[in-house]
């Protein structure tokens, strides 16, 4: 079982961030804090509940005071019996410079395993192109203080084909990030999504296909010299240090969201809570029936649940987009006997492998390169 918690609030919007996210304007934190705690009391079982692996993303949730912070986890603690006992990873999404060491420090106090950055990039230039309000050497000097707080692993994330990005400055991205001697490493393609400036200044097809796989290959060949596994398309991890949270993700496991805009798939159905911070604290502030209707409801618009239960292609088609993204593949259950052709066509051309004892169908880096194409022939 594993956790999510979303903490929607920004200082300022990046231009390419399609995330649900604002700026706190004139949020009552306190009370945002509060509804966190009362959907978890609502949500979580009865008894006690000892996930697996939590992940506070955003936004930014390391602009959280530490008074909220604290708050927060000893009210899911305290009133919604969360356990840390079974824990294996406890992460939380930072940007450089949203905190200090006795902010750092109080995470790992409270349990945390695990900072995940938004750095994007080492370039001034580019940074400042991206929105970003930290400085090259601020997120150098916000590892260094996460080492000092005992935040046993540090993720950062970087991103390629950015507007105007050249390969040097992919790779000089890549050299700092492998100077500081991270944990895991995420190396996104940026993508133009609609509903961002990005987007509405750029276009759809702003990315350079050429380009963009010059920039994967470099970031696999420099990152798997430097020790890192290539374990999903876009993440790389030293030994040890894979995202358990994100593989929960990616191989279909059940978790809860909690929050505003947050998704959770518990027993075969899916919810997404509204994405409206303040109509999502209003509803929670309330007592435990809103107009006589189950507080969930007011969380929960029309159509947000999707049962999966009975939906066996849908599922395998989830997982079969996902798997294929990961180095361990596409595990051999999800393949039908129709797919043999394709799949042995796919091992001659040196696009994937089958691995021997588990027979599921792995694919090398050039395959990798077209897992769009090869997901949407096996579906
Ligand atoms: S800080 Fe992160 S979540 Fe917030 S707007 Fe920028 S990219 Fe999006």
């Known amino acids: 079982m594993h956790l999510y918690i979303h903490i929607p609030f920004c200082h300022r919007v990046c231009p390419y961030c399609a995330f649900f996210k604002h700026t706190p304007g004139a949020t009552d934190m306190r009370a945002f804090i509060e509804s966190l705690i009362r959907e978890a009391v609502l949500r979580l079982p009865s008894g006690g509940y000892a996930p697996e692996t939590i992940f506070i993303g955003g936004g930014t949730p390391s602009m959280l005071s530490p008074i909220y912070f ?27 410079a949203t905190f200090n060491l006795s902010k750092a420090q109080l995470w790992r106090e409270m349990g945390v395993t695990r900072v995940s950055m938004g750095v994007q990039s080492f370039d001034a230039d580019l940074l400042k192109l991206l929105g970003r309000e930290h400085s090259p050497d601020e997120a150098a000097a916000s590892v260094a203080i996460l080492r000092e707080a005992g935040i046993p692993q540090v993720n950062l994330d970087l991103m390629f084909s950015l507007p105007g990005q050249t390969i040097e400055q992919w790779r000089d991205s890549l050299a700092r990030a492998i100077e500081l001697k991270l944990d895991h490493i995420s190396a996104y393609n940026l993508s133009y999504e609609e509903d961002t400036e990005f987007y509405r200044t750029y276009g759809a097809n702003a990315n350079n296909e050429e380009e963009d796989v010059a920039m994967f290959c470099l970031a696999d060949e420099m990152l798997s010299s430097a020790g890192y596994r290539h374990y999903e398309i876009s993440n790389y991890a030293k030994e040890g240090c894979v995202s358990h949270h994100n593989i929960a993700y990616w191989t279909g496991q059940d978790y809860y969201g909690l929050g505003p805009g947050a998704f959770g798939t518990i027993d075969g159905i899916r919810y997404e809570n509204v994405g409206d911070t303040r109509a999502y604290s209003l509803a929670l502030a309330g007592d435990l029936k809103q107009g006589g209707k189950p507080m969930e409801e007011a969380i929960l618009p029309a159509g947000s649940q999707e049962d999966l239960r009975g939906d066996t292609q849908a599922r395998r088609t989830e997982l079969l987009g996902l798997s294929l993204r990961m180095d361990t593949g596409l595990p051999a259950d999800l393949i039908r006997e129709q797919d043999a052709g394709f799949i042995a066509a796919l091992c001659e051309e040196g696009l994937a492998w089958r691995e021997a004892q588990s027979g599921a169908v792995c694919l090398t880096l050039r395959g990798r390169l077209l897992v769009d194409e090869i997901a949407t022939q096996l579906m």
Do not use: C
Not at 73 to 92: H, P, Q, T, V, Y
């Open 70 to 96: 604290r708050r927060l986890m000893e009210g899911l603690r305290d009133r919604a019996g969360l356990d840390l006992s079974r824990l294996k990873e406890f992460s939380i999404e930072a940007n450089p």
